[in-house]
């Protein structure tokens, strides 16, 4: 008997690995094979331990595992959505023993999710999700028998030693966490506190900041976890899971401007919005 393991990015692979390291209830044994896409993470050692099977995402990959569920001998899937699957994967989907979705980011927070489809999916079926803002979770969630992951973002308090970066900015300034959305941010350019600190968007046609920085200013190459438990100046951060961090991490003395595009999720913008009636330092931008 195998179980399959289908992360097609770093979310789904961190909601993955809480559950091999002993979150999940139901029994062991059989074999653990991850399918994973690696131009979107890295592996670390610890994965490699959790998964000495792997097989990268591949057409092939997966019509190989068809026979196998077809035979029964796939014990369980889990994976996070079904977009963009080819027939393989929806063969797979559809024989396996058992079926465990996987956290996929913003979508539990959405009324239309982008990525998962309710309806494609058993009602009932254990949906593993992280919950740092449990209170804005989506109705169509409660399709499926929600289980906790815990936050993905943990407390300050809680981040193994060494996590932070030793050289950090000073506390003034503005941290742009480029994401959707935060190009609007622009047309605010006079009122952000220098030095501007930019972390570029990790994929090239989805940044959207294009302001030039200046003297003083500086682009930084370092996950924005790494600064923002310890930022006590200004943060802009758009449609990401950058923004759960910021609320969740933001400190005494810092000020986080959320700014999401146009056409996103009612819901969400909508949580956003009462985050920021309820707390001065988070700033709704309309």
Known sequence: MIRVTVASNAVHLEAARRLRRGLEIAGGGGLELLIWEPRRMRLGPQDRRLWPLRLPVHPLTLALLVPLALAGAVRELRLAHLRNAGRALRQLTARSRRLVLLDDGLDQYRDVPRAVDPLAFPAGID???????????????????????????????????????????????TLII???????????????????????????GKRSWTLPLAEGDACLQVPPEQLLPSWRGTVLVGESLM?????????????????LPPASDQRLRASVRGEAAEDPAVIWCE
């Open 178 to 204: 480029d994401s959707p959305g935060v190009e609007r941010l622009q047309q605010q350019a006079a009122a952000l506190p220098r030095p501007w600190w930019l972390i570029p968007h990790p994929v090239r």
């Open 243 to 259: 923004l759960l961090a910021a609320l969740r991490w933001r400190v005494a003395g810092s000020v986080v401007r959320v700014a």
């Open 127 to 173: 949906y593993w999700l992280f919950s740092d803002v449990p209170a804005w979770r989506a109705p169509w969630c409660a399709r499926f028998r929600c289980r906790d992951l815990g936050p993905l973002f943990d407390r300050p308090e809680d981040l193994p030693e060494g996590a932070l970066v030793a050289r950090l900015p000073p506390p003034q300034g």
